[in-house]
């Protein structure tokens, strides 16, 4: 990746792509206070140096009958590269699971998953989680509401 330095257009740019990446052109262009022809230069730099990683619709799970998310906290037995690495690339082939992060202190790793509901959540966890090898402990805790859901991080634009 090719990162360079983030002036207040690129910061401009980021912002309201992370807010809206369906934005035309013209209205970023509008946004950043620059023309459209640069704009659209910008973004694909900003693409092409990493700093977007893609684009996605932010779906609404209840609507689509995904009526459970949890936090899984998960303990290995093993903590060599190769088990870690083992474990991330099973995870990778769960579809309940959305986002799998390593961590330091006391577990090894804290998933997030969605489930149609309970019973589904539970037959994941005792099915396919705990089934897994090199899994020691296994420790939920389920969703009752979310205040806050903002994703991508804090841009500083002035």
């Known amino acids: 990746m090719e990162h360079h330095k983030l002036d207040s257009i690129d ?17 970023l262009s509008r946004r950043a206070k620059i023309t459209a022809p640069p704009c659209l230069r910008r973004m694909r730099a900003l693409e092409k140096a990493g700093y977007i990683k893609g684009y996605h619709a932010d779906l609404d799970a209840k609507s689509l009958g995904f009526e459970v998310t949890g936090y899984v906290f998960v303990g290995l037995s093993s903590q060599h590269d190769g ?13 309940a699971v959305r986002e799998c992060h390593m961590l330091s202190g006391e577990v090894d790793f804290v998933l997030k998953c969605v489930a149609k509901d309970l019973s589904s959540f539970q037959s994941f966890i005792t ?12 420790k939920t805790s389920l969703v009752i509401h979310c205040s806050k859901n903002e994703p991508g991080v804090p841009l500083d634009v002035r």
């Open 11 to 27: 910061l401009r740019i980021l912002a309201e792509l992370q807010a809206n990446g369906r934005i035309t052109n013209v209205e």
């Open 83 to 95: 088990e870690l690495k083992e474990f991330e690339e099973t995870v990778r082939g769960w579809p």
């Open 127 to 138: 099915d396919t989680l705990t089934a897994a090898k090199n899994v020691a402990s296994v």
